[in-house]
């Protein structure tokens, strides 16, 4: 890639993904990462199709991150994410990530890398 626009910085978080950096980005990520990073934590492998923000853009987030800022997700993990980005819903995705993993470390790995 050559230059990096620096007029995004100003529009929504949704804009990104229509753009064409942006799914160059995914598939290169996708590419890179085809298993769901969260089910992999859990021992199973799911082929991700969604790739999301580590950080996202409302925390200061870059829209266009390295590769390993972002996360490769099947779509049930997305949709634990995308709730758990709106507490109402935080229940739910309380219980989906509790627990350990088999080396012990917590399943959610929202709690660390957005802390
Ligand atoms: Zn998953």
């Known amino acids: ?47 991700a199709t969604t790739v999301d923000h580590i950080t996202p853009l409302s925390k200061g987030g870059a829209p266009y991150p390295p590769l390993d800022q972002l996360f490769s997700l099947c779509t049930r993990c997305h949709q634990l994410k995308t709730a758990r980005d709106h507490p109402r819903h935080s229940t739910d995705t309380k219980a989906a990530f509790a627990g350990s993993d088999i080396h012990g470390n917590p399943l959610d790995p929202f709690h660390e890398w957005n802390a």
Do not use: H
């Open 1 to 47: 890639m050559a230059k990096t626009p620096t007029s995004w910085r100003k529009r929504k978080r949704s804009s990104i993904y229509g753009t064409s950096v942006w799914k160059k980005l995914r598939a290169a990520k996708l590419g890179r990462d085809p298993v769901c990073q969260i089910c992999e934590r859990r021992n199973r492998a799911v082929i």
